[in-house]
């Protein structure tokens, strides 16, 4: 009840601030036809609060921003960085800038996190935000997602880089546009036209993933001190995962939450509860498995994330031109 509370108060916070900034190009959301059932036609502005991050709700016909909606439910991980653990308990894991850290370690799943971020000032700690993730399954499958570095934001270009084997995954910028790969029963979908996909693997996990700055509102209300001269936007990911075959053996800064055994330590009523343990979780590279709590039997795996070549696919128009359709 209190972490709901919390973001509640969080959500109110923001849209009370709404009217002290404005935003350029804001964001344009709908409700697909099959939910709202011509009664909530048409495309509807971003708040201006979360002017490139907001999500439609269908049922009361409004926009809301991303870290209203989905960030908080289970599997949840935005803003700098606040989880919600498999428990459903909100919690907070600073980490430290330009680390690696260990989100799921389980027997054949593991799943790092690279953290950016900047020194508060006056503070002993980072601000952080996940730029990437770096997900091995299947084997020594890899899997990387991941905010590409801007210095000002624009909404319509997109700035998410998908990889998988070390290879860039390209699809068209159409809502909807499709990606199936079956050796690795993995689906790829635009949720939007740029900067949001989801991506699952048949009965083991799907990922929610959108890239978003930090606007100036936020670095207001949160005193990032992160401004338009910054000459950095700390773009970074908002996630959300949902896993089907976790063993009572799973670990990690999130997948603890989802063990049998795990209980939260975590104080209700705190408004910011942080759970610590750095040195527990965190990695020597975005695709190794050397976390002190490492759960995942095939040992390190190492890649340049920068070394990608283009796979090469063949694309075509769904039925309707609803989206795109892409196969290797």
């Known amino acids: 009840m209190a972490s709901k509370m919390f973001i509640a108060a969080l959500c109110m916070v923001a849209l009370l601030s709404a ?4 935003a350029k190009n804001p964001k344009k959301v709908k409700c697909p036809p099959k939910l709202y059932k011509y009664s909530c036609p048409g495309q509807h502005l971003c708040p201006n609060h979360c002017a490139y991050s907001c999500v439609m709700d269908c049922k009361t016909c409004s926009p809301v921003c991303h870290y209203c909606a989905p960030c908080n439910k ?4 935005c803003q700098d960085p606040r989880f919600i653990g498999g428990d459903g308990i909100m919690f907070y894991f ?3 800038k330009d680390q690696n850290f260990c989100l799921v370690s389980d027997a054949d799943l593991h799943i790092n996190a690279h953290f950016i971020g900047k020194r508060g000032e006056g503070m002993g700690r980072d601000f952080t935000w996940v730029q990437s993730i ?4 299947g084997g020594n499958h890899q899997l990387f997602l991941g905010a590409n570095k801007v210095s000002s934001w624009d909404d319509s270009i997109d700035q998410l880089a ?7 995954i390209q699809l068209p910028n159409q809502e909807g546009a499709t990606l199936s790969l079956s050796p690795f029963n993995l689906t790829i979908v635009r949720s939007d036209t740029t900067n949001a996909v989801t991506v699952e693997v048949e009965k083991k996990f799907m990922i929610t993933a959108r890239v978003v700055p930090i606007t100036p509102e ?4 949160h005193n990032y001190g992160i401004t338009s001269e910054s000459g950095d936007c700390f773009a970074h990911l908002e996630l959300s995962f949902k896993f089907y075959s976790l063993s009572p053996d799973v670990t990690g800064v999130l997948g603890q939450t989802y063990g049998t055994e795990y209980r939260s330590p975590i104080k209700l009523g705190v408004a910011m509860p942080v759970v610590g343990g750095e040195a527990n979780y965190v990695t020597s590279n975005l695709f190794a498995t050397d976390c002190k709590v490492a759960r995942f039997g095939s040992g390190n795996i190492n890649i340049n994330n920068n070394d990608f070549s283009v796979l090469g696919l063949n694309c075509a128009g769904r039925p309707g031109g609803r989206g795109m359709v892409c196969r290797r």
């Open 19 to 22: 009217n002290d900034v404005f």
């Open 162 to 168: 998908i990889a998988l084997d070390g290879k860039t």
């Open 134 to 137: 770096g997900v091995l399954f």
């Open 74 to 77: 289970p599997g949840g991980v």
């Open 218 to 221: 936020e670095s207001r209300i």
């Open 94 to 96: 600073h980490g430290k």
